[in-house]
Antibody, heavy 122, light 110 residues
Framework: QVQLQESGPGLVTPSETLSLNCTVS??????????WGWIRQPPGKGLEWIGR???????SYNPSLKSRVTISVDTSKNQFSLKLNSVTAADTAVYYC??????????????WGQGTLVTVSS | QSVLTQPPSVSAAPGQRITISCSGS????????VSWYQQLPGTAPKLLIY???ERPSGIPDRFSGSKSGTSSTLDITGLQTGDEADYYC???????????FGTGTKVTVL
């Protein structure tokens, strides 16, 4: 059973960079056919897809966040990471890492991390 | 703002059947498969339906999904108090080149 665990600071200063890691256990990122993604949920609001990465480095990003987002993978640690720069209060959310089905015509998230709340405040 | 529209809330008594709609367009639901997620209070979403109508292992057959044109539907039969949650649809949008989620529906069991 694949498990994902987010880690990183729970408080980020406005204009700074939000950085989160996701550690995958129960399976290897390299041996998987799946993509690895990030999804966020502002308090009391709906889900917003941030982006995804395949272990070889191919990425897709939400157009509304693309200019500020970088997703990378570290196969030696079985981890993937999220960096979101120039954050504002609007970036305050629970951030989930997730395993996504490969491709686009059939796109779904079958495993989710527990989520981590990141608050942007001075 | 989401490109997939869901009703904000649906309610029914235990044992009843409910339907949650997810309305999109030709660039998303109209041309790609749909997934559905259940989010219990304070927890991460859970996959209920993938590939429009398939259930992952362990999901009871009380939950079913379908699609017609640019809309998708999640049906829940034999409603239980444990079904009280937020439900989201999701798919790929070929025009945006992005995964998209619905606005979410809160289900209340009366």
């Amino acid at each position: 059973q694949v498990q994902l665990q987010e880690s990183g600071p729970g408080l980020v200063t406005p204009s700074e960079t939000l950085s989160l890691n996701c550690t995958v256990s129960g399976g290897s990122i390299i041996s998987s056919i799946y993509d690895w993604g990030w999804i966020r949920q502002p308090p009391g609001k709906g889900l917003e897809w941030i982006g995804r990465i395949y272990y070889r480095g191919t990425t897709s990003y939400n157009p509304s966040l693309k200019s500020r987002v970088t997703i990378s993978v570290d196969t030696s640690k079985n981890q993937f990471s999220l960096k979101l720069n120039s954050v504002t209060a609007a970036d305050t959310a629970v951030y989930y890492c997730a395993r996504q089905a490969p491709g686009t015509s059939s796109s779904y998230v079958d495993f989710w991390g527990q989520g981590t709340l990141v608050t942007v405040s001075s | 703002q989401s490109v997939l529209t869901q009703p904000p809330s649906v309610s029914a008594a235990p044992g009843q059947r409910i339907t949650i709609s997810c309305s999109g367009s030709s660039s998303n639901i109209g041309s790609n498969s749909v997934s559905w997620y259940q989010q219990l209070p304070g927890t991460a979403p859970k996959l209920l339906i993938y590939d429009t109508s398939e259930r992952p292992s362990g999901i009871p057959d009380r939950f079913s999904g379908s699609k017609s044109g640019t809309s998708s539907t999640l049906d829940i039969t034999g409603l239980q108090t444990g079904d009280e949650a937020d439900y989201y649809c999701g798919t790929w949008d070929s025009s945006l080149s992005a995964d998209v989620f619905g606005t979410g529906t809160k289900v209340t069991v009366l």
